[in-house]
């Protein structure tokens, strides 16, 4: 059983920054592939960023946030960092990191129902 807490949410003024903690406890470790999700009201769960088993960096990013979103996993392997730079209004939303047992390919690393587990999630806004 893996169990995932985020942290580090907040409301923030556009062009501000927070970094998102997600702590990993239980069996997970470096060999599972976690990912980040968004989800604003109304809206369905959306990825964000992507990091491989045995990564210290993620992979992938989702398009509008590519310069903006950082990801990276400490080198105890047990928590993964979004750091999210240059926020607008429109990265309002639940944030959740998610485990995968192992790597997801290239069609399916952005998809949730690969994922395993879940965290609670962190609420950010973003006023303009």
């Known amino acids: 059983q893996v169990q995932l807490v985020e942290s580090g949410g907040g409301l923030v003024q556009a062009g501000g920054s927070l970094r998102l903690s997600c702590a990993a406890s239980?069996?997970?470790?470096?060999?599972?592939?976690m990912g980040w999700f968004r989800q604003a009201p109304g809206k369905e769960r959306e990825f964000v960023a992507y990091i491989s088993s045995g990564s210290i960096s993620c992979t992938y990013y989702r398009d509008s946030v590519k310069g903006r979103f950082t990801c990276s996993r400490d080198g105890a392997k047990t928590t993964v960092f979004l750091q999210m730079n240059s926020l607008k209004p429109e990265d309002t939303a639940a944030y959740y990191c998610a485990a995968a047992t192992n790597s997801l390919g290239g069609n399916h690393y952005y998809r949730p129902e690969y994922y395993r587990y879940w965290g609670q999630g962190t609420q950010v806004t973003v006023s303009s």
């Open positions: 239980g069996r997970a470790d470096s060999s599972y592939a």
